[in-house]
C-alpha cells in the first residue's frame, strides 16, 4: 500500500503486499461475531473431529484469528505479507495469545504440523488467479488439515452478469485516529480469465495530519459449480454444504441474488 502526502496526487498502485497493516486493522474492525459464531457452529455440527487447532489461511491483521483463539482455538496463522505477519505476532504477544505464525504463499506452504480445521476469509482465495495455483491451494491445504477436519473459506459471487462491479465505503475511529475507506471490486472483469481489478482506498486522519493510501491488485472469481469441480479435480476434501450468509439456514441453493458463497469442505 502506498502512502500519499498530497491529496491532490494520484495514489499510485501496489499490487503484490498489503502494508500500513494498523490502519488496514483499523478499517476492517468491523462486526465479526456472527462470522466467527457461524465458523464455531460448523466445527460443532460438519466435522468429525474437534477443531482444537485451526489454521487461518490469508489471515491479515487477524479478525478471525484473535476471535476464535479467544474463544479457546490453538491458532496458526499464515500470510504472504511479512507487515501482516508482525503485525499479528505485536499484537497478539499484548493480549497474551499465543499463536503459531508463518509467512508464506497459499499456493505452496507446508505446516510442521497439521490442523484441526482450515478457515481463509474475505475472498482471499481470489489472489488465485488460475486453475493450477487454485488447485496447488486445495492440495496444500488438503496435506495441512487432518482427516475428518473442516476447510471453510468465503468467495464473492457476482450477482449479475451485465454489471457486477460493486463499491463499499464506510469510516472508523479509534481514539485520534480516523479512516475512511472505499473499497471497490468486480472491475473490469475479463470474461475468459475470470480475472478483476480490486481497489482500495484509505484516507487517514491522524493528530491532525491526513495522509491517503491506495492499493490496486487483480483478484479472480470461481462460480459455484465450477469451484466443485476444482475441489473434485484436487482430491482430499468432501463438498459438505455452502451458504450465501453466515448463518445455518441461509443455504446458498436458496439464494435469489447472491453476493458471496461460504464453502464447507471436509477432509477425507
Excluded at 498502485?13 to 461475531?33: I, W
Excluded at 497478539?92 to 499456493?107: K, N, Q, R, T
Aim: with cysteine.
Amino acid at each position: 500500500m502506498t502512502a500519499h502526502h498530497d491529496p491532490g496526487r494520484p495514489p499510485r498502485p501496489l499490487t503484490k503486499e498489503y502494508s500500513a497493516p494498523r490502519y488496514y486493522e483499523v478499517a476492517f474492525d468491523l462486526n465479526r461475531k456472527a462470522e466467527v459464531d457461524f465458523l464455531v457452529h460448523c466445527f460443532k455440527r460438519y466435522s468429525r473431529r474437534s477443531a482444537r487447532r485451526v489454521l487461518d489461511i490469508a489471515c491479515g491483521t487477524g479478525p478471525h484469528l484473535f476471535r476464535l483463539a479467544r474463544r479457546g482455538c490453538r491458532m496458526v496463522g499464515l500470510d504472504l505479507s511479512r507487515d501482516n505477519i508482525a503485525y499479528v505476532r505485536d499484537r497478539a504477544a499484548a493480549l497474551g495469545l499465543p499463536v503459531s505464525l508463518h509467512v508464506a504463499d497459499m499456493s505452496r506452504f507446508t505446516l510442521p504440523e497439521p490442523v484441526d480445521a482450515a478457515i481463509c476469509m474475505q475472498d482471499s482465495q481470489g489472489h488465485l488467479l488460475t486453475n493450477e495455483q487454485i488447485l496447488s491451494h486445495f492440495e496444500a491445504v488438503a496435506r495441512a488439515v487432518r482427516p475428518g477436519g473442516l476447510y471453510i473459506f468465503d468467495r464473492f459471487i457476482p450477482s449479475s452478469w451485465t454489471n457486477p462491479a460493486r463499491r463499499w465505503s464506510w469510516t472508523r475511529r479509534r481514539g485520534k485516529l480516523t479512516v475512511r475507506a472505499t473499497f471497490s471490486a468486480l472491475e473490469a472483469v475479463n470474461p475468459v480469465t475470470q480475472v478483476f481489478r480490486e481497489d482500495m482506498d484509505f484516507e487517514v486522519v491522524e493528530n491532525g495530519a491526513m495522509r491517503r493510501y491506495h492499493q490496486q491488485h487483480l483478484s479472480r472469481m470461481v462460480f459455484p459449480q465450477e469451484l466443485k469441480a476444482l475441489v473434485a479435480l484436487a482430491g482430499g476434501f468432501e463438498f459438505v454444504q455452502w451458504f450465501y450468509g453466515f448463518k445455518p439456514h441461509q443455504v446458498l441453493d436458496r439464494a435469489k441474488h447472491p453476493l458471496m458463497m461460504i464453502v464447507v469442505l471436509r477432509r477425507t
